[in-house]
């Protein structure tokens, strides 16, 4: 493990690398013991470098063989080899240097570089992985062509493959076999990859839209071969779609997405061969979800949109790591949009594509928004790090393309294109800027808005927390004006909050997507940029502006932040009666969703203060008329009806409460749920046996998964209500479930709401008939690690299941994460917060990049009430006390308790 004084990385501090690699050449003889790497690389001094620098390789838990320069062995002393690098002293301006040494792959548990998973050999080198297998220049910014000679026993790997095209396989004598592989492409090395096994092979032959032909590959364990389809299926639609919606087309014979089943996060976007966590791509009806399927299409489709938004163009340095997350994020988002919109009237389309937009934005909020509100708080491209592997945060990835997101609404859908067009004339083949994206952007925004730029907009690159939107509505009736009033405010977010004086954070360019209702809720018409429209775009730039719509009959109803335009908290005075307005009633479909979750809040809010109290919880029989209304709306789609329906997460009602009170949310919106549940019975009731009546063959399409999840939701509403029916609906979908949807729904319900021994049995049954597959067995974990009963005992006791271990990611965090982060009543006790303290360095010694995960957990404890904030404090402590701790963890508690 990696222990060493922490040391700060600084954007500002970067350098060029003085060298070129342009060839690279890789040997290895793979043994899961010991695996021997040779290296040939092939430097040549960059014009602009000094002659006598130094060549600095980075290297980490290799043993060194041997090395040389031009062919000439160089003695002990003729290189410096201390820590992670290895300089070498070069006296020619091109030169071969070579290198040999010995990497461990079965001892790597933290799964980055070489290392084993099940009979197999993987590769993770992305960020800084690479240096694993062999000292090298590991940064994005050099870019090589790689050569790579695999050589491994033939009957325990049969299969070698590698980036690029396969030049030649051959037997060898000893019973080992060899494959050469070659990447005409110059990649990075953090997209270099190797896989070693036995694996079965799907594959479609397609042809790309300029008539070349390509071969789309999905590997797995032979057994899992049955559940590859809807992989392939998903991957062939993303190499259609990213050629017609961006006219981006495939550059390679042969891709290839291989799954394995220890990966530290959701799949890596390696050139030509995408290697997956196996969740992201085994699926059949029996066995995944409808939301897993969801998932797999869209992770298959974001690690192919890499192959342009991070492969053909890349990274400069870790810094701009949003320059490929966020706009690849952004792309996977409307590729997900377009699919379940696919085929469906205009009407359909429009509210499957809100579903989407409302389940983006939940995650946005769920994860983003307090990550932005906390120590770890950083702007999407991040100003310092010490470990780069605790920087693929939600705020890179999710708010980065909530960034992309406003430059397409500002530039339009033709207008973004075009500025991608000319981001890949500028750029392609070289590592590059977030400022040089934005560029490209502004090239175009510029010549569609004569005197225009993107100079303000830019500072979203470089200011951390989540701005607020105050917003004021004057109406003067005399005159039929309507004048909106846009003020943004942001405060001082993660390490700006230590800083004396505060930093001054400069307004931001915020598009604003506005409507007006009349008060029946018809949608009001509004003047603006010499055209006449339902939804305005505002464009804020200032610190505040005001703009004036003339016309408009009565004092309206505003609806703010159509769309979700901008990743920002609007502020506005609603009356209970205006949201009950909206909620019914606006043309935007998201807005109308906020309208409802908005009441939720209130309603939930209230409920928080009277528990505090100590005062009888109380629901305001209007708030439970709004539901009864949505519940009662036949011109909803089901799947929008279940988002429209769902009360917020708890983790977005603890973000509102002041100081946190994890236990009283966790109360308060259970006992909404059970009144909602109780008092709206019947409803709940027909709008389950509606849902339920339509068997059909199986498909994870919008409709019928929006069907299921609308039958699932009143199944819980159902049994939260205490309905004397439930129990045996939820046993009777449970047993008869034709798919594993229907039955985790019903399954689920009878863990979560009854802790009676029919439930007990289900989960027993449940594990008897899944025991063989992986990825329901984490679903087995989970279910109970988030049931409001399961108390830390009972998850100590889960852990000596021997079903669990620590070492496989995703069983990890199917328990360990699920509870801790997901399981409000349970894990936020004095015993939950020391629980997740042993497992943080339990984990830490095993796997720092997951430990660091973990560790964040309780992020905002100083915002927590007394008990709480104390006790997670000393959890922290606890940690920090742990020696050695890995310099991913240490980071990460540091600087929670600064
Ligand atoms: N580039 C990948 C994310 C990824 C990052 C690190 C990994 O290993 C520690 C693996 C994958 C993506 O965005 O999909
Ligand atoms: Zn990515």
């Not at 084993?116 to 694993?132: I, K, M, Y």
């Not at 009957?155 to 396989?169: F, V």
């Not at 979908?733 to 021994?757: H, K, W």
Request: glycine share 6%.
């Amino acid at each position: 493990m990696r222990s060493d004084i922490p040391t700060t990385i600084s954007r500002l501090d970067y350098q060029p690398y003085p060298y070129l690699l342009p060839n690279v050449e890789l040997e290895f003889d793979l043994d899961a013991a010991a695996t021997k790497v040779s290296a040939r690389l092939h430097f040549q001094r960059k014009p602009d470098a000094a002659a006598d620098l130094p060549l600095v390789l980075d290297g980490s838990e290799l043993e060194l063989v041997s090395v040389a320069i031009d062919g000439q062995a160089l003695r002990a002393d003729q290189y410096e080899l201390s820590g992670e690098t290895l300089r070498l002293f070069p006296r020619s301006a091109a030169f071969v240097v070579e290198i040999t040494s010995l990497c461990k792959p079965a001892e790597n548990s933290s799964l980055m570089g070489l290392y084993v998973s099940g009979a197999s050999l993987f590769t993770q080198c992305e960020a800084e992985g690479f240096r694993r297998i062999t000292w090298f220049p590991d940064r994005p910014d050099v870019m090589s062509r790689y050569r790579v000679t695999l050589r491994a026993d033939k009957s325990r790997y049969p299969l070698l493959l590698s980036n690029g095209n396969l030049l030649q396989s051959r037997d060898l004598d000893d019973g080992r076999h060899e494959a050469v592989w070659e990447d005409p492409h110059p990649k990075p090395c953090y997209l270099f990859a190797l896989v070693a096994g036995g694996f079965a092979c799907r594959e479609q032959t397609i042809r790309t839209r300029s008539g070349r032909e390509a071969l789309l590959q999905v590997y797995s364990d032979p057994e899992s071969r049955d559940k590859t389809e809807w992989a392939l299926e998903s991957l062939a639609r993303a190499v259609r779609w990213d050629e017609q919606r961006f006219g981006l087309e495939l550059d390679l014979d042969r891709f290839m997405v291989v799954a394995a089943r220890d990966f530290n996060m959701g799949a890596m976007e390696n050139k030509g061969l995408n290697i997956f966590n196996s969740a992201y791509v085994l699926a059949d009806a029996e066995s995944a979800t409808d939301a897993s399927f969801r998932a797999i299409e869209a992770v298959i489709g974001h690690e192919y949109f890499h192959n342009w938004t991070g492969n053909r163009v890349t990274c400069r340095d870790w810094f701009q790591l949003s320059l490929k997350e966020g706009l690849t994020v952004f792309r996977d988002q409307e590729f997900s949009a377009d699919m379940l919109a696919a085929d469906l009237p205009e009407a359909e389309a429009r509210s499957a594509r809100a579903v989407k937009r409302i389940d983006d934005v939940t995650t946005l909020r769920i994860a983003q928004f307090p990550e932005d509100a906390g120590p770890m708080a950083h702007p999407i491209r991040p100003e310092s790090y010490q470990e780069i592997g605790n920087f693929y945060t939600a705020t890179v990835y999710e708010k980065g393309a909530e960034v992309i997101r406003m430059q397409h609404t500002l530039l339009g859908e033709a207008g973004f294109r075009a500025g991608l067009e000319e981001y890949f004339r500028r750029h392609d083949g070289s590592a590059v800027t977030c400022d040089d994206f934005v560029a490209a952007m502004e090239s175009v925004y510029a010549r569609q808005h004569p005197g225009k730029n993107f100079e303000v907009f830019r500072r979203w690159y470089s200011q951390a927390g989540t701005p607020r939107v105050q917003v004021k509505m004057d109406y003067d009736q005399a005159l039929g004006r309507c004048t909106i009033t846009l003020s943004q405010h942001c405060e001082p977010a993660g390490i700006e909050k230590l800083q004396v004086p505060p930093a001054a954070k400069p307004p931001l360019h915020i598009p604003f997507a506005l409507g007006l209702l009349g008060r029946e809720g018809q949608a009001l018409s509004l003047q603006h940029e010499g055209q006449a429209r339902d939804t305005v775009l505002l464009d804020l730039t200032a610190a505040s502006q005001s703009w004036s719509f003339d016309g408009i009959p009565e004092r309206p109803v505003p609806s703010l932040l159509r769309n979700f335009s901008a990743p920002v908290i609007v502020e506005y005075p609603y009356s209970d009666a205006e949201l009950t307005l909206l909620a019914g009633h606006d043309t935007d479909p998201f807005a109308r969703w906020e309208a409802g979750q908005e009441l939720a809040m209130r309603q939930l809010l209230a409920l928080v203060a009277a528990i505090q109290a100590g005062q009888p919880p109380r629901v305001d029989p209007g708030f439970v008329q709004v539901w009864h209304a949505l519940l009662d709306d036949k011109t909803l789609s089901p799947a929008y009806q279940a988002r429209a329906l769902t009360l917020p997460a708890e983790k977005i009602l603890l973000e509102r409460t002041s100081p946190m009170d994890p236990q009283a949310v966790a109360h308060a919106r259970a006992e909404l749920r059970g009144v909602l549940g109780a008092e709206l019975g019947s409803s709940w009731l027909r709008i389950y046996q509606e849902c339920a009546d339509e068997p059909q063959e199986y498909h994870p399409d919008a409709l019928q998964a929006g069907r299921r999840a609308l039958q699932n939701l009143a199944l819980s509403y159902l049994m939260a209500g205490a309905h004397p029916q439930a129990p045996k609906l939820a046993l009777d979908q449970y047993y008869e479930a034709a798919n594993m949807t229907d039955r985790m729904g019903g399954l689920s319900a009878l863990v979560n709401f009854s802790d009676t021994p029919a439930a007990t049995q289900a989960l027993g049954h449940f594990y008897e008939q899944w025991q063989q597959d992986p990825l329901v067995v984490d679903r087995w974990f989970t279910l109970q690690a988030t049931a409001p009963t399961t108390s830390v005992e009972a998850v100590r006791a889960l852990m000596l299941h021997p079903a669990f271990t620590l070492r496989n990611p995703n069983r990890a965090r199917s328990l360990i994460f699920q509870f801790c982060m997901n399981n409000l009543q349970g894990a936020h006790t004095p015993e939950g917060y020391q629980f997740w303290a042993e497992q943080v360095v339990a984990l830490d010694r095993i796997n720092p990049e997951i430990a660091a995960r973990l560790a964040r957990a309780f992020d905002n404890w100083a915002r927590y009430v007394p008990a709480n904030r104390d006790a997670i404090r000393q959890a922290l402590e606890t940690i920090q006390s742990h020696s050695p701790l890995s310099r991913n963890v240490s980071e990460i508690i540091t600087k929670a308790l600064k």
